[in-house]
Nanobody, 123 residues
């Protein structure tokens, strides 16, 4: 069974940090480019960050550049998102996703999605 399981969300004060994880199973993790997206209440899902399958290329949304870092461990079939200097506007459900057709920032190009993990940043 192909599965992505997101974890690591929680409640944190503004300026704090969280590390999200995404554990993959049932797929050849190293064959997929991976991304993080988020969706706040009443808003559309938006791109956060993406990492190529070989870890050589990373893309970030302007809103998180310099604060968030995406990484992956292909030996552990796990994707990470280190989030520092969190702001209330980062509050959202965060989803990891896997893309087989190339590194992209477009949600429609991702084939497999995690269930999401809630991140809440208080002011």
């Amino acid at each position: 069974q192909v599965q992505l399981v997101d974890s690591g969300g929680g409640l944190v004060q503004a300026g704090g940090s969280l590390r999200l994880s995404c554990a993959a199973s049932g797929l050849t993790f190293s064959s997929y480019d991976m991304g993080w997206f988020r969706q706040a209440p009443g808003k559309e899902r938006e791109f956060v960050a993406a990492k190529s399958r070989s870890s050589t290329i990373a893309h970030y949304a302007d809103s998180v550049k310099g604060r968030f870092t995406i990484s992956r461990d292909n030996a552990k079939n796990t994707l990470y998102l280190q989030m520092n200097s969190l702001k209330p506007e980062d509050t959202a459900v965060y989803y990891c996703a896997a893309a087989s057709r190339g590194l992209t920032t477009l949600a429609s190009q991702y084939d497999i999605w995690g269930q999401g993990t809630q991140v809440t940043v208080s002011s």
